[in-house]
T-cell receptor, first 111, second 113 residues
Framework: GESVGLHLPTLSVQEGDNSIINCAYS??????FIWYKQESGKGPQFIID?????DKRQGQRVTVLLNKTVKHLSLQIAATQPGDSAVYFC??????????FGTGTRLQVTL | DGGITQSPKYLFRKEGQNVTLSCEQN?????MYWYRQDPGQGLRLIYY???????QKGDIAEGYSVSREKKESFPLTVTSAQKNPTAFYLC????????????FGSGTRLTVV
């Protein structure tokens, strides 16, 4: 899940298992949500997005779930691979003009 | 290939000096953004520009300045007034202000000694 401070929450997952990364957002007026993957020393890469009129969206090996009642977002990665190791950020937007990012979760894939 | 280029990748400066980070895009995007990232934290918005010759302050604009004289370019100057400038700086762009599809550059790591 999300946390404030200098230490990123870390999720360790064995290769081949499914990963679930959680994110709580604060603005009930947010209408767009997005997950990014960031590898060390690189810029964030788009993974998947979802609008507030949906509660689930699937991509290739990834699924995003949105629960507006409790303001919770999750990213599920199926059959996690070593290349999935990175920091994952959720971001929310109330207007299209800017995104507000969470603090990130580090995913470590063990062999 | 279209994309965003940030340069340099690593930058070292002495305390008290101004420094300018470059961001160039060939995606024909109208909107451009600068974010700052500190260890263990999410991205925080410094400045953004919706169109040439126009820009707005983000959440942490103090100590920074920008210009948008060309559509392709959105340089960020970190001034001596920025109290803690050492960070990873990311530039992003998207087609227009109502679009959601952000594209990020690979970042510039600034270290002030």
């Amino acid at each position: 899940g999300e946390s404030v401070g200098l230490h990123l929450p870390t999720l360790s997952v064995q290769e081949g298992d499914n990963s679930i990364i959680n994110c709580a957002y604060s603005n009930s007026a947010s209408d767009y949500f997005i997950w990014y993957k960031q590898e060390s020393g690189k810029g964030p890469q788009f993974i998947i997005d979802i609008r507030s009129n949906m509660d689930k969206r699937q991509g290739q090996r990834v699924t995003v779930l949105l629960n507006k009642t409790v303001k919770h977002l999750s990213l599920q990665i199926a059959a996690t691979q070593p290349g999935d190791s990175a920091v994952y950020f959720c971001a929310e937007s109330r207007t299209a003009s800017k995104l507000t990012f969470g603090t990130g979760t580090r995913l470590q894939v063990t062999l | 290939d279209g994309g965003i280029t940030q340069s340099p990748k690593y930058l070292f400066r002495k305390e008290g000096q101004n420094v300018t980070l470059s961001c160039e895009q060939n995606l024909n995007h109208d909107a451009m953004y600068w974010y700052r990232q500190d260890p263990g934290q999410g991205l925080r918005l410094i400045y953004y520009s919706q169109i040439v010759n126009d820009f707005q302050k983000g959440d942490i604009a103090e100590g920074y300045s920008v210009s948008r004289e060309k559509k392709e370019s959105f340089p960020l100057t970190v001034t001596s007034a920025q109290k803690n400038p050492t960070a990873f700086y990311l530039c992003a762009s998207k087609p227009g202000i109502i679009d959601y599809g952000y594209t990020f550059g690979s970042g510039t790591r600034l270290t002030v000694v």
